[in-house]
């Protein structure tokens, strides 16, 4: 950590911020040059997390030298996590292939929706039984009765599943059915929420919220292993921008930045990214050739008829190409699409 | 609601549209133009809510012409809403002056700071005892034994309370200590959240999340009106902006736009907003003279040893000044800062 | 300047890197941290402008610590500059009011115009004769003739007078005409068009571009001063940002972080950051409460039939009223509106 | 078009904007809803551009329906545009790999870059001459000797070469030495300049602006397409965004984006976009993926020595490797890279 001084601070002023580093149990380093006075911090950064040193009088500026998360971080653990989800796994190599309903509307569609996801290549299904609606008056998801569909469906297909859980105090119940927890967008920073699916060692998928940065998001995760569950992973589904063409701004390149600080796996989302299926096939190709660990899609065998969210799902025969050029990147990037244990 | 076909869309296609909007008991109104066929829907809108009507084949984009919002518009309710927040009003002409520390941190601390804002004008003490905070490993606050602090100090100096409710469990908890609930910006899209106040009659100070749109706070604002709370009170506190000197984009044209979409108060809060004391005063006039209904500041007597937020707090005797001169320039506005029934 | 190196960056490194900054002049102060090394540079920085030292091997991050606008800077002068625009001040208490119709379109309505907002109050003249504009379709301006309609408009009315020029073969021709250049938000960072106007002695309004940072907006004010044209006005007129209500963002914080970075005046322009008369008025006082220098307002006497930028337009009554407002609100905050020498 | 009337529009209002369409030659086509009355506009659309509709009193909102350009418009033209540059064909599924220094520098330092990118598989040689910087104390080019290097090494190794033009006055000289001009992305809105560039018949390399949407882009080609050079080259190089941990935020989703709306090739700048080597080849790729017709990548073999842009470049072996991945990554794709025709 590294203090700038203001141009006009008095020797009182330096003297004091010198006292209160010390008073934790850091070494403050001296440098003064010819327009500024700075102090290097020297111990453990964790120590100061707390203490607002930007608030001193005569301080003009703190600028941390080691990131503030730990767990999740690089220099914690350089080899890349691989994430088990029910015998799929995600990450070093492995692709997770997430695909189903944005909402699980009925056993009948979901069936049909999991047959075609399952024959096309998909490795995980997806489907909400929670949905987060920015209206009140829009389509809230079944409930349990969702949960039982999908877990009936997955187990018939053979393929684990993952679920939203949006309040912490339905982690409990969500947990009795999925084998990957979702934490959605808009719950990135639900701190309780995060904290209750820390406590369990289920899986869970962490979506970037819109206005996150990729520091933020490993903050985020930061709270589910400080928990003690490591077995998280993160999601890049889009963020707020000034374009408003698509319905988000699909950003790549947090794909190869995550590399660079955190060991954590990370897929990416293009059907919330970009909201327009014509716009998801490119946008999913981009984000496996930029090395992500897995590709998340919304399929649906009637948009028209979805009660969430139906004009961002791909129909099955989209998904089925899709899956196919998927595949063949796949092998070029010598990345491999693993099927749970049981698998037929 | 206009549907707008693509260029070269069918007569079966456009055939189809009319049958499901009509389907829905509304009207159709087809209307050809030299390129485009443009389709008016005629009829109660709120129908078409759940309906995706962009996924039906041949549809280029659907211009929905009502608000999403309906309690929450200024078609509903032209006047402006009057929140009484244990007697002391915000909306309508009158300011709620909200101030106190970001975290209850102590009972002499909190006693201090309620002197002091109390001398300097403010009508409403605040201070946070569950905390949102973005690590882990930072202050999360002191719990219920800090809205105990925070209730009797409000009691001593004659100032309703407002506090931050983050989790759908702890609603009950926080209802029996404080005269309002805050919704943090984190948490205006968490519906559960947003259910559970709205189903208590407390007023609600609901924060406007850094990247949503003034559509979506009023949405969000829906939520709680939807469940039978009126008592709404809007914030801005700053969004997300590719300028990241100060903390935050003090959007202060937010507040003339509320006022021509809804009826509800909507005060500013530019502690959040910038997070620098040098910009806060400024901005604190600006939002009064754009037409907000209070302004809502972080004060703190030694922000160096605050446990969370010290470098945006200000001072006692700075937000003394201030208040000074916000009080002049609501004369000049033509404003009344109310005091609640009982007080001295 | 502070160099931070990487976490296993190696003593050869580091060797490296200290040979370089000496070899500029520069002395190189190390400081070894528990997890990080990093080397304090001491002496001119302006030196290492053009020395990319973050692409040196074992190099983690450059931290600046000096602002990198030079003459802009509050460091070089500390007392406010004050611009005179041929016998209109704007700056150090004094303000500019700017209002006119976006584009000259006749002699009859430029006269009818400059009327009423000289009556109102307004103390300098605009109207476009080039026009900026995104569509090649759209009209472009009068040129020379509206430059002279203009000139004499203003003549007659007492009025100096501002216009914008956005091509550097123009300066010359706009220059015999106008008493203030304006560089529109689109060119604030065509550094051929600011050198042409640094090499005058004309005064600048210098427009903030839609996404450049407040410093960005000070570097482009930079390339006018370095020349050796001291008279810059700065203009906020709106970012761009995610939420698409308005036109733009108004950033009214600007106004005050300016404050704390430089010397130049600087106004606002609320037609342009919001594109909607019913939010202008608010945010034109918001402006003038943060401290701004003046206010810049488009006003036209029938939007419907304007040939650009219509419906961003206040009708002279409306200017009148918010003149009006304007002026009890400078009254309050001590600001003064001086007139032209020879005005009336 | 479709103009939408405000709430409580009167029957003499509805009749003033009935009466304004059809003074323009087009037909009004109304439409009563339950609660707004709606007007559709049938005709030439491109006659309304220049009227302010929305100005009209009663008018709440004005939803056009075609796109603002014509000749960039898929409309306009179904089948792709392919653009050669001195017999290097760019766009239907021919891909410009243009690699080369941020600056020209030196002709010794041009020769060594220029024989590196070559024996990699770049087909067109970029460097600077007239550098845009931020700074007027930073590095600004050689001018007219950097134009007569790039030339020469160019012609030595077989190669067209790309070069910026920042000032309408210079693009005589820069047309005599250059294959291709460059717009950079700050000069996107500087119109005087794009109707220079269109008044030629040489391919023009236009540079997305770091806050335009995509619509502002094809507006911008729209410039030069209507002067009659149709020659023109989309480049997306990152925008900005909230997230300041790379340089930009490299909106890949630009690439299909533009598909749907224009028939002009696009290529995608990793270098501009992220500023960050570590990040550069996985968007690379990304961008291949994504469908793009080629990559611009910035080459230095010394980068701390690098009078501009150094911490951006890549290594020439580490543009190799990347090279030989889009290589295999275009195979799979289906594209090819061509050469110009005496290219050995």
Known sequence: MIIVLKLHATEQQIEHVIQRVEGMGLRA?????????????????????????????????????????KLASIEAQPEPTVVEVAGVKIGGGHLGMIAGPCAVESAERMDAIAAAVKAAGANILRGGAFKPRTSPYAYQGMGEEGLKILRDTGDRY??????????????????????????????????????????????????????????????????????????????????????????????????PLVRTMSHLPIIVDPSHATGRPDLIPACALAGLAAGADGVHIEVHNCPEEALSDGPQALLPEQYADLADQMRRLAELLGKAISQPAGAV
């Not at 102090?39 to 040193?53: F, H, M, N, R, S």
């Not at 309040?167 to 959605?184: A, H, K, S």
């Open 29 to 69: 380093h001296l440098s003064r040059g010819t327009y500024r006075t700075i102090i290097g911090v020297i111990g453990d950064e964790a120590k100061t997390q707390v203490a607002p040193l930007e608030a001193i009088p005569g301080v003009a500026q703190v600028v941390p030298i080691l990131p503030p998360f």
């Open 158 to 255: 053979g393929m684990p599943v993952v679920t939203e859980v949006m309040d912490p105090r339905r982690v409990e119940l969500v947990y009795r059915y999925t084998d990957m927890f979702q934490i959605g967008a808009r719950n990135m920073q639900n701190f309780n929420l995060l904290t209750e699916v820390g406590q369990t060692r289920k899986p869970v998928l962490l979506k970037r919220g819109m206005s996150a940065t990729v520091k933020d998001l490993l903050m985020s995760a930061e709270y589910i292993l400080s928990e003690g569950n490591a077995n998280v992973v993160l999601c890049e589904r889009g963020i707020k921008s000034f374009d408003n063409t698509a319905r988000n701004l699909f950003d790549v390149a947090a794909v």
